[in-house]
């Protein structure tokens, strides 16, 4: 697997595997209990360029590829899910929007902050009565002189509860269906902006997942992304992007627990041996080592064809379908392996298998991936 890479890539990988087992792993057990933001390890990754990581560096960000960009997430998310969550979609689904679709007005008054980790990022889409239906959103912005009037109900929203800058699909023209589809970019702190309570999640606990609700919000008509009505292309254009970042993701969490798995079964002895010379267990252990690296191959080409500016839609859904399906499979075996153990707190198993379960929900369910997949295959073999 390592072949694959360029040397540049192996020495960004070492130093973000570095930063991530130095800083990030002693409290990863405990902020994923005390569902807790980690403000003081956020400081030092902005500083790292890991809220800019494509951001060209005259804005601020690390100048990286989309290769780089699944390195830096993967080992973040292999350490601690939950933040590697809060990087991809403030990358992927806040910046990516801006720098894909903004002027050069609007990139330079948000990106910069953005890049350094001075300000975290959002992306509104979900309502409770649209997820995986994008065009059903019934949040409206209703142009008044210079501003829009803005009200919205967005749900589940990662970063939440610390967003600075949200990227808001609504409708500008509440008859014009899935025409009418727009974003805007709406600031916390603007009257009306109103942060839910935080979500009581079963796995990314570190991550602030919460509600974000406009009433009345008058959003300058500056900060509306792209033109009026590109709304819907805007966001599934961003989610092929942002679900690299969730395959990446997903990655990260499967090598976590391959690791931890080898490490128990060498450690822990029933029947006068340690568990790993038993042929069940390595078969288990085959089994989840070629998950793995099919799921990390996969995620490398479709970051890899985004970078050589080829169609990726295809290639970033089956990455992010697989990849989510072998982060549950690797977690749950890892569980397996631990026994009693690996059910309980005391083992990190348990927290991989808890936060592998929600890459295959969100940013596109594996439904909805299939369906992605079978658009394109049926038209490609017609
Ligand atoms: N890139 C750019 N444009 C695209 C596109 C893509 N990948 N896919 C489709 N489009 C365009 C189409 O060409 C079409 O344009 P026209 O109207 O001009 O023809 C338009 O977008 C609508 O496309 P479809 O007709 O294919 O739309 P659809 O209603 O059939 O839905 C879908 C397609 C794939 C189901 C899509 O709605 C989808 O991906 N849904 C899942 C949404 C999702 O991921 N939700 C959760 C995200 S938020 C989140 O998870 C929170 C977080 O922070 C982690």
Same mark, same amino acid.
Request: net charge positive; glycine share 10%.
């Given at each position: 697997?390592?072949?694959?890479?360029?040397?540049?890539?192996?020495?960004?990988?070492?130093?973000?595997?570095?930063?991530?087992?130095?800083?990030?792993?002693? /409290?990863?057990?405990? /902020?994923?209990?005390?569902?807790?933001? !980690?403000?003081?390890?956020?400081?030092?990754?902005?500083?790292? +360029?890991?809220?800019?990581?494509?951001?060209?560096?005259?804005?601020?960000?690390?100048?990286?590829?989309?290769?780089?960009?699944?390195?830096?997430?993967?080992?973040?998310?292999?350490?601690?899910?939950?933040?590697?969550?809060?990087? &991809?979609?403030?990358?992927?689904?806040?910046?990516?929007?801006?720098?894909?679709?903004?002027?050069?007005?609007?990139?330079?008054?948000?990106? !910069? =902050?953005?890049?350094?980790?001075?300000?975290?990022?959002?992306?509104?889409?979900?309502?409770?009565?649209?997820?995986?239906?994008?065009?059903?959103?019934?949040?409206?912005?209703?142009?008044?002189?210079?501003?829009?009037?803005?009200?919205?109900?967005?749900?589940?929203?990662?970063?939440?509860?610390?967003?600075? @800058?949200? /990227?808001?699909?609504?409708?500008?023209?509440?008859?014009?269906?899935?025409?009418?589809?727009?974003?805007?970019?709406?600031?916390?702190?603007?009257?009306?902006?109103?942060?839910?309570? @935080?979500?009581?999640?079963? +796995?990314?606990?570190?991550? !602030?997942? =919460? =509600?974000?609700?406009?009433?009345?919000?008058?959003?300058?008509?500056?900060?509306?992304?792209?033109?009026?009505?590109?709304?819907?292309?805007? #966001?599934?254009?961003?989610?092929?992007? #942002?679900?690299?970042?969730?395959?990446?993701? *997903?990655? #990260?969490?499967?090598?976590?627990?391959?690791?931890?798995?080898?490490?128990?079964?060498?450690?822990?002895?029933?029947?006068?041996?340690?568990?790993?010379?038993?042929?069940? /267990?390595?078969?288990?252990?085959?089994?989840?080592?070629?998950?793995?690296?099919?799921?990390?191959?996969? $995620? &490398?080409?479709?970051?890899?064809?985004?970078?050589? #500016?080829?169609?990726?839609?295809? *290639?970033?859904?089956?990455?992010?379908?697989? *990849?989510?399906? $072998?982060?549950?499979?690797? *977690?749950?075996?890892?569980?397996?392996?631990?026994?009693?153990? +690996?059910?309980?707190?005391?083992?990190?198993?348990?927290?991989?298998?808890?936060?592998?379960?929600?890459?295959?929900?969100?940013? +596109? &369910?594996?439904?909805?991936?299939?369906?992605?997949?079978?658009?394109?295959?049926?038209?490609?073999?017609?």
């Amino acid at each position: 697997m390592d072949t694959l890479y360029s040397e540049k890539n192996r020495v960004l990988r070492r130093s973000v595997r570095s930063f991530c087992e130095r800083e990030i792993m002693p /409290i990863a057990k405990d /902020i994923d209990q005390e569902a807790r933001f !980690p403000w003081e390890v956020v400081e030092k990754m902005g500083k790292l +360029g890991y809220f800019g990581i494509q951001v060209p560096k005259k804005l601020s960000g690390a100048g990286m590829d989309s290769v780089n960009y699944t390195i830096v997430i993967e080992e973040i998310s292999r350490v601690c899910a939950g933040l590697g969550l809060c990087v &991809t979609v403030h990358n992927s689904m806040a910046i990516y929007p801006i720098m894909g679709f903004g002027t050069g007005e609007q990139k330079q008054k948000w990106v !910069p =902050s953005l890049a350094r980790g001075e300000k975290i990022g959002a992306f509104c889409l979900t309502e409770p009565n649209a997820g995986s239906d994008a065009t059903a959103i019934e949040a409206t912005a209703i142009r008044n002189g210079d501003h829009y009037v803005v009200n919205a109900n967005k749900v589940f929203v990662t970063n939440g509860g610390v967003a600075d @800058i949200c /990227i808001i699909f609504v409708r500008t023209d509440p008859d014009a269906g899935r025409k009418g589809t727009s974003v805007i970019v709406a600031e916390r702190g603007t009257p009306g902006f109103v942060v839910g309570d @935080i979500e009581d999640l079963s +796995g990314m606990r570190s991550n !602030p997942v =919460s =509600s974000i609700r406009l009433y009345d919000c008058k959003v300058p008509v500056e900060n509306l992304l792209g033109r009026e009505g590109s709304g819907l292309k805007i #966001g599934l254009q961003a989610l092929d992007v #942002g679900r690299i970042g969730i395959g990446a993701q *997903a990655v #990260g969490i499967a090598q976590a627990a391959l690791e931890e798995a080898v490490k128990y079964a060498n450690q822990r002895r029933q029947f006068g041996v340690p568990i790993a010379k038993h042929q069940a /267990i390595q078969m288990m252990i085959a089994d989840m080592a070629t998950q793995v690296d099919s799921a990390r191959l996969m $995620v &490398t080409r479709a970051a890899y064809l985004k970078d050589h #500016g080829k169609p990726f839609t295809k *290639a970033t859904a089956m990455a992010k379908l697989h *990849a989510g399906e $072998v982060s549950s499979q690797v *977690a749950d075996m890892a569980v397996q392996i631990h026994g009693g153990y +690996g059910y309980s707190k005391s083992y990190p198993v348990e927290r991989y298998y808890r936060d592998a379960r929600v890459t295959r929900i969100y940013e +596109g &369910t594996a439904e909805i991936h299939r369906m992605v997949i079978a658009r394109e295959v049926l038209n490609e073999y017609k």
